[in-house]
């Protein structure tokens, strides 16, 4: 189904993707307990080293494994919490104040990504959101097999490597709908307004989905990467 013909200026069109509010809430709290946590521990170490000299084991624990664990934690808000805005000449990465444009041709990796046979782990007690989708790189990436883009990018490379996610069965709404502001396409913003709030028999009975993470309609981003002259490696039209 075409969805995109008629519109007289569809080349100059953005695409807006970011996660939805669940996944801010959701890295918000876990940064929360983390804090508390590391607060715990910094004053158990400050105790304990008023009782005795410091030695190795404590230095370690109070000082080196707090400033990695943040450092995760703040590679995880990035790699979340960012926002993508893409047009024909290349991608925005935006977080707060804080961005940085990317060429399409700077990047060195525009790739299909097939998630069947990937550890693909989601918050406990949520099932699986996505099955595919489009992992994108400055520089090249050396990528177990295994890793799906979401940790690639959390662990190895949370602002110059993003992805999309393509929605599951896509994203069924007219070009109208999806535009917030003429020009602008907003998936995750048509999926918040269309969600419908799950009963207690579905609250009690069903696995919900994970938060929705850079969802896209894969026929209609397809189509724009197609008219802008981006190549996806590894996908081909034919299959699509």
């Known amino acids: 189904m075409d969805r995109s013909g008629g519109y007289s200026e569809e080349e100059n069109v953005q695409l807006k ?17 983390a804090l508390v946590l590391l607060g715990i521990m910094w004053h ?26 943040l450092l995760t934690i703040l590679s995880a808000y990035i790699t979340f919490c960012h926002e993508l805005v893409m047009n024909k000449e290349g ?5 707060w104040k804080i961005h940085r444009f990317y060429k399409w041709d ?18 406990r007690s949520l099932k699986r959101g996505y099955d595919e989708g489009i992992l994108f790189s400055l520089k090249k990436v050396k990528k177990p097999k295994w890793m799906p883009p979401k940790t690639y990018c959390c662990y190895r490379r949370p602002w110059s490597a993003f992805y999309v996610n393509f929605y ?17 396409i907003d998936w995750t913003m048509y999926l918040e307004k269309t969600k419908k709030k799950p009963t207690m028999k579905q609250i009690w009975c069903e696995i919900e989905r994970e938060p929705e993470n850079y969802p896209v309609d894969k ?13 996806i490696e590894g996908y081909h039209k034919e299959e699509g």
């Open 17 to 33: 993707i970011y996660s939805d509010q669940d996944t801010h809430g959701m890295v918000a709290w876990v940064i929360i307990i």
């Open 44 to 69: 158990d170490v400050y105790c304990i080293s008023r009782v005795k000299s410091l030695s190795i084991s404590i230095i370690l624990i109070g000082g080196v494994f707090p400033v990695v664990f």
């Open 91 to 95: 991608c925005m990465v935006r977080l």
């Open 106 to 123: 700077e990047l060195k990796v525009k790739r299909y990504e097939n998630y069947k046979d990937m550890m693909y782990s989601t918050p």
């Open 168 to 184: 599951p069965g896509g994203i069924d709404a007219d070009l109208e709908e999806l535009q917030p502001e003429k020009g602008i």
């Open 219 to 231: 026929e209609l981003f397809l189509h724009y990467m197609d008219l802008w002259g981006v190549e």
